[in-house]
């Protein structure tokens, strides 16, 4: 029998319960890191040209990729939540 362990996350505000696993926290803290390269990437690109000019405004720019706050509800969006780790049984 094989056993995963996952955090229960109860919002005390509207009653929601949601689950993440490991593997989702390390993909999302991925995400966190790739886009604190692409703001520090896009601030170098508007730091090399002089300020204000034409060109400035055509240069790329990468958007951020969404992330999950896991210490919030998913559903309210509100900080009053209450973690625990479960271990489940699957066969």
Known sequence: MKQ????????????????YGKQEYIQNRGK?????????QNTGDDMMCCGGCVPAGFTPRKAPIPTKDFNKCPKCNSSAIKKEVVTHNVE
């Open 32 to 40: 966190e890191m790739e886009n604190c390269g692409n703001s520090m």
């Open 4 to 19: 995963i362990t996952e955090t229960k996350v109860t919002c005390q505000a509207c009653g929601n319960v949601s689950y």
